[in-house]
């Protein structure tokens, strides 16, 4: 495992990725947060340096150091070193990347670059399974910025990696948005 990197939205539901070799793991130091980044449509999670704060992901083998695919995936953020801020109880990596969109490149999310529903469904979804119910509620504790626009493309998703939901998967996600004052709107409330 001479290359690893630490999943903490979208990377944590393995259904979205074959990267092997994945176990839990806590990124200290770190806070996530829903924004948008420049040349993006919709808006995605990043993490904030934020002292003190912990937030739960999932780290996985990036098969023979090969970056190529992760950073495309990743586009819009920057790959950073992030082996002093994860302890993965093991001998330590050659490499231990979390991505991030640089600061100076971020903006909060608008109706015109919402959350997708869709994303929101794949990102909770990781969590309920890697980390069941109690650890879905931590993430959502853990992440800034819930009152944001999310635009609710479920019958048709544009999220490239959706994935269908179990009804209880649906119905927590549904609670959290509700609960945290998401602004949930649909393509017919722009027209």
Not at 55 to 80: H, Q, T
Not at 112 to 130: A, I
Request: aromatic share 10%; net charge negative; with cysteine.
């Amino acid at each position: 495992m001479d290359a690893l990197f630490f999943g903490y939205g979208s990377l944590v539901n393995v259904a979205t990725h074959d990267y092997g070799g994945h176990f839990p793991a806590t990124a200290i130091g770190w806070q996530r947060a829903w924004r948008c980044a420049a040349g993006r449509k919709a808006a995605f999670l990043t993490v904030i340096e934020a002292p003190g704060s912990r937030i739960d992901g999932l780290v996985a083998e990036v098969p023979g150091g090969d970056w190529a695919a992760l950073d495309a995936r990743e586009a819009s953020y920057d790959r950073l070193d992030a082996r002093h801020c994860i302890d993965i109880g093991q001998k330590e990596p050659r490499e231990l990347a979390i991505y991030a969109v640089a600061p100076e490149s971020v903006t909060l999310p608008t109706r015109s670059s919402p959350v997708l529903l869709s994303y929101v469904d794949v990102v909770l979804q990781g969590y309920l399974r890697v980390f069941g119910q109690r650890g879905a509620e931590a993430f959502v504790e853990t992440t800034l910025g819930w009152d944001v626009p999310v635009l609710d493309d479920r019958a048709a998703p544009a999220y490239p990696r959706h994935q269908p939901l179990h009804m209880a998967e649906r119905n927590f996600v549904d609670a959290v948005l509700r609960a945290t004052g998401a602004d949930v709107f649909s393509k017919e409330a722009l027209a």
